[in-house]
Structures are given as C-alpha cells and as structure tokens.
C-alpha cells in the first residue's frame, strides 16, 4: 500500500472539457475540498474518492459523483485508487463543462484518465503499519544493541538509562521481531 504525503494535480481536457485532478493526503480532505470550491466558483463538478485505513485497519472508502449521473465518476475514480493500492490519500477532480456531452461512457474515460495523470506525477510512499516495542537491557549490551537497531533502520523513540537501559523502539513487526 502506498499513500501521498503532499498535494499533486494535473489537468486534462477532452472534447472542450476541463478535467483538474488533486491528490491529497486524506487528512487534509475537507479542507482542500472548500478551498477549491472557493478557488473555482464557475466549477460544474466537484468529485471526489477517498481510502483511508481506520483504527482497526480496515480500509474505508467513499466517493461522490456530485451531480454527474451516477456511477459516471466518483466509483471510477475509486476504482483507480483501489488498483493503485493507495491508502490515505484523497482525489479531488472539478470540472469545467465545455459544452460538449460525454455520455456516461466518456465521462467513465475521462474521470478514470485524470485519476491515472495524477496518480502517474505523485510521489508515493510506502505505507508501513509501524509498531512500539520496549526492550531493557544491561549497560555492557547497549553498543551491540544500538549497532544491529542501526542496520535494521530502526527508530529509537526514546532511551532511557537507570542502572539497566529501557529502549522505546519504533519499526514493522518483522523488524522489531529481530531485536
């Protein structure tokens, strides 16, 4: 899985249409979503998917058409996301109607057309379910210890040192099942 961390937009034009794409990171969502409303009043559409990860792990998903007959844009939209594998992440598409009908079919091409530009420009990243693990251990372990967190590319939350040393580790599950 893999998700945006800042904004990226692209825009493409089809039969006189003008399709402006924005992925965002989802937490940014609502807001982005009224700052565009604001930025183009002229609009026609404003459609949008998202996925996100909730506190048990479960993938959420949504999407709006916001006028478009149904099922033309938002679900197709989402459907990109879900093959892309990105998470955590929001598309935001507005239209500007160019005066030319589509027909259900070209609107399902030209939404999925401007999710794939956008998504082809965005840096991703890699999504980590990432997990805390404390470990206690003895003064004279601590250069060993520290040296084998060091190659697993492990962050060290916090280090404690009493007459034994307490780590706050922060990593995957795999790595932290090698400490």
């Known amino acids: 899985m893999k998700f945006v961390q800042e904004e990226f937009s692209n825009t493409i034009e089809i039969k006189k249409s003008k399709f402006i794409a924005h992925l965002i990171a989802y937490d940014k969502f609502d807001a982005r979503l009224q700052t565009l409303k604001k930025e183009h009043p002229k609009a026609r559409h404003f459609i949008y998917a998202y996925r996100y990860l909730n506190e048990f792990n479960q993938v959420v998903e949504n999407c709006s058409d916001d006028g478009e007959p149904k099922n033309s844009s938002g679900k197709p939209s989402l459907r990109v996301l879900s093959g892309e594998d990105v998470i955590n992440s929001a598309v935001i598409i507005i239209r500007y109607f160019g005066g030319v009908k589509l027909g259900v079919g070209g609107l399902i091409r030209a939404y999925i057309q ?66």
């Not at 520290?146 to 790595?175: C, G, H, P, W």
């Open 114 to 179: 401007a999710v794939n530009e956008v998504c082809k420009n965005a840096k991703f990243c890699l999504y980590q379910d990432l997990q805390t693990k404390t470990i206690t251990l003895e003064h004279s372990e601590l250069s060993k210890i520290l040296y084998k967190i060091k190659q697993l590319d492990i962050q060290i939350l916090n280090k404690e040192f009493t007459n034994r040393v307490t780590l706050t580790l922060q990593a995957s599950k795999e790595k932290l099942d090698l400490i």
